[in-house]
């Protein structure tokens, strides 16, 4: 566990890059000829002003708290997960195949498409786990080629005259799921479901796994130095597998719940880059998975204000989505320096 | 110290409602456009037109501005919709919301019910409500005209279309333009690919390249932003050229006028206009509004070709490719025919 003056420090280094990434957003915003002050305030506004706000914030800080912890289950282990983006297509689309055809009773069918959905998203992480652990295949690139895989192969299923296509609205969708598969929304009339619930449930299930259990420690242990956990006893290739079809399981309940909650069907490219916040998300909470929870909330909030930003006219979406890069750009950049600089030492 | 507390409180709550009363409140817009995005030089553009004309006129009446009158975005994708459709609704600012595109329906069932007192406009496809008009086109027939031009001016005796996606609506304009190639020229052969995205120009380029190497001398796009690819495409080479849809896209799109001959009419900016002036008229109704020569309005669609405006459905284009005047007058008996229901398209 991190000492009170370590977490106070890390703190306060997230809190000088926020502010810095907005010093120099605000800069962007005013040498583009935009109100800076309407802007912020829009931005506000979309993220926390009013139930509707918060609402877009919780939905769309969900499925980033499933790929924040994807993505740290395995930097705990040494690896970098690049592929929530497409482990989480793939548990979406199978969770959204089980949820539409099979027919079971209310919540076992929520259960069932889970379960599905999670252990899809794992079988794409495994894949690159084993590749990992037994032929030394660098998984910064195959999970990362994997998720194109994943994404092409989902838009072939949904388009026009692909298996799983919704004739009725012609978009590239499938048709919805069952009534019993729905996860029930919690803030009506916004977005918000149970999967929130779900994640948050999820994040300290991961929490006790790290740091409660053994194979957890063991886990761990591997990413701090392997050849120490070689020497414990550990069996590295066995935990390398685990940890990437952990991270798969993750993010395949990430694109679960985002079928069951938020859209009820699988839409084709329904991810604006969930998978790619989780990486920042997970680097942000210092691969801590309740700081996850709370990476995840910052953002989502990003997200949602941008979306306000938009809509009141204040600025063009694009300029929003500079602002939520910035963010993100530096309060990754120290973390990301030191880890490089952590293992170019090793 | 409490009592001074309350009256701050009644005070913040007081004043605005005081204000919005005091004042009468400019009606506002807001416009949800689909996901091919402004800069389409067509589909989109048009229905901003649309939306941007009412809002002139509403904000001369209440001596604002166009930008606080019309609220609009660009979702990037069709997961966004729901998201967008909620915070226009929820906001309770305005009044009327106009939905653009086939795809906003499947999140527009969801969210229109749950806010009866709003007015919702959805453009491309029907959905059934109160509190919701459903604008739709007779597509098929700006792309039977476009075939009719096409299936004259082929030297090849093949040509090619261009769509979006492989789905009924576009299916509808690729039907209506074989039989319209076919109708003028019954030794034509139509290409037909689909780019399956709507905002991918490069894509559009390629597969356009492809249907021009295979023989077709003209071809048709109907895929949004994608088919800007088209032009650019035929720019490539002497005796390439292209048609466009539901802009004249000679226009639009002048620096391609050189090879742009002529393009469908699809007036959405008209459909979308009118929608919001009824509600500023208070005449607005939800229902179906369907726009076509064949239809109630007897307009909505046509062609721009050529140099003169001939009548409602043939209008002048600003293309730089000399039209036979035969081309014309075949294009004024396909019109003619559609109207008075000689020509029966299937779409």
């Known amino acids: 566990m991190l000492k009170r003056s370590t977490l106070l420090r890390e703190m306060g280094i997230t809190l000088l890059s926020i502010t810095l990434a907005f010093g120099i957003g605000a800069f962007i915003i005013w040498a583009a000829g935009f109100s800076v002050s309407a802007v912020f305030i829009n931005l506000w506004k979309g993220a926390f002003g009013g139930k509707l706000a918060i609402g877009q914030t919780l939905t769309k800080a969900t499925p980033i708290i499933f790929t924040s912890l994807s993505f740290l289950i395995a930097f705990r282990c040494g690896l970098f997960n690049i592929g929530a983006e497409g482990q989480m297509y793939i548990g979406a689309m199978v969770a959204a195949v089980v949820g539409a055809h099979l027919h079971l009773p209310i919540v076992l069918h929520v259960v069932a498409c889970l379960a599905a959905g999670g252990l899809a998203g794992a079988f794409w992480g495994w894949i690159p786990g084993y590749l990992k ?62 999967a929130l619930a779900v994640a948050i449930f999820f994040a300290l299930l991961v929490w006790y796994y790290l740091f409660r259990t053994p194979a957890g420690y063991e886990l761990r242990s591997v990413g701090l130095s392997p050849p120490a956990a070689e020497y414990g006893g550990i ?36 991810s604006p880059g969930y998978g790619w916040d989780g990486i920042a998300g997970g680097l942000i909470a210092r691969a801590h998975p309740i700081g ?32 939520q890069g910035l963010v993100i750009f530096f309060i990754i950049a120290p973390t990301l320096v030191r880890t490089l600089i952590r293992w170019r030492r090793r | 110290m409490k009592r001074w507390v309350a009256v701050v409180i009644a005070a913040l709550v007081l004043v605005p409602l005081v204000a919005s009363v005091g004042v009468a409140q400019a009606p506002k817009i807001g416009l949800i456009l689909a996901t091919g995005g402004l800069g389409d030089r067509s589909f989109n553009d048009q229905s901003f037109k649309g939306a941007d004309d009412a809002a002139a006129v509403i904000a001369a009446q209440y001596g604002v501005t166009v930008e606080d009158v019309l609220d609009y975005v660009e979702p990037a994708d069709i997961a966004e919709y729901e998201g967008f459709q909620l915070q226009f609704a929820d906001s309770g600012e305005y009044a009327i919301i106009v939905c653009i595109g086939f795809d906003q329906a499947a999140p527009l069932e ?20 109160d509190n919701v008009a459903s604008v739709v086109t007779n597509d098929w027939e700006e792309a039977f005209l476009c075939g009719v031009v096409a299936g004259m001016m082929t030297e090849t005796n093949v040509v090619g279309f261009e769509g979006g996606m492989e789905i009924p609506l576009i299916i509808g304009f690729m039907n209506g333009y074989t039989q319209g190639a076919q109708w003028a020229n019954p030794d034509v052969d139509v290409l037909v690919r689909y780019v399956g995205e709507w905002a991918n120009p490069t894509l559009g380029a390629e597969l356009a390249r492809e249907m021009y190497n295979a023989g077709a001398d003209i071809i048709y796009g109907a895929a949004g932003k994608s088919h800007l690819g088209v032009f650019a495409a035929a720019e490539e080479n002497d005796g ?108």
């Open chain 1, 292 to 323: 996850a929870i709370f990476a995840a909330l910052l953002m989502g909030a990003l997200r949602a204000g941008g979306m306000q930003v938009q809509r009141s006219g204040a600025a063009p979406g694009d300029i929003a989505a500079v602002l």
């Open chain 1, 235 to 270: 069996r590295i290739k066995r935990k390398l597998i685990l940890a990437l079809s952990l991270a798969g399981l993750l993010a395949g309940l990430a694109g679960s719940g985002e079928v069951l909650g938020t859209h009820f069907r699988f839409i084709g490219r329904f």
């Open chain 2, 110 to 129: 969801i969210v229109a019910p749950q806010y009866p007192d709003q007015k919702f406009v959805i453009v491309d496809m029907v959905v059934i409500g």
């Open chain 1, 133 to 194: 652990a037994q032929r030394g295949v660098n998984e910064f690139v195959s999970t990362m080629m994997l998720s194109y895989v994943a994404i092409g192969f989902s838009d072939y299923l949904v388009a026009p005259r692909g298996p799983l296509h919704d004739d009725k609205y012609w978009a590239n969708q499938t048709v919805r799921i069952a009534a019993t598969a729905a996860l029930p929304r919690i803030l009506k009339p916004t977005q918000v479901s149970m």
């Open chain 2, 240 to 347: 390439w050229y292209a048609l466009g849809t539901d802009v004249d896209q000679a226009a639009t799109a002048p620096e391609h006028a050189d090879v742009i001959i002529a393009s469908g009419l699809k007036r959405v900016d008209l459909a979308v206009e009118s929608e919001i002036m009824k509600m500023v008229n208070g005449t607005w109704a939800a229902g179906i509004f369907s726009y076509g020569i064949l239809t109630d309005f007897g307009f909505g669609t046509g062609i721009a070709v050529g140099n003169l405006d001939v009548n409602q459905y043939i209008t002048k284009s600003e293309s730089e490719v000399e039209v036979p005047c035969e081309v014309i007058l075949k294009l004024i008996e396909a019109a003619n025919g559609i109207a008075d229901g000689t020509i029966v398209i299937e779409p």
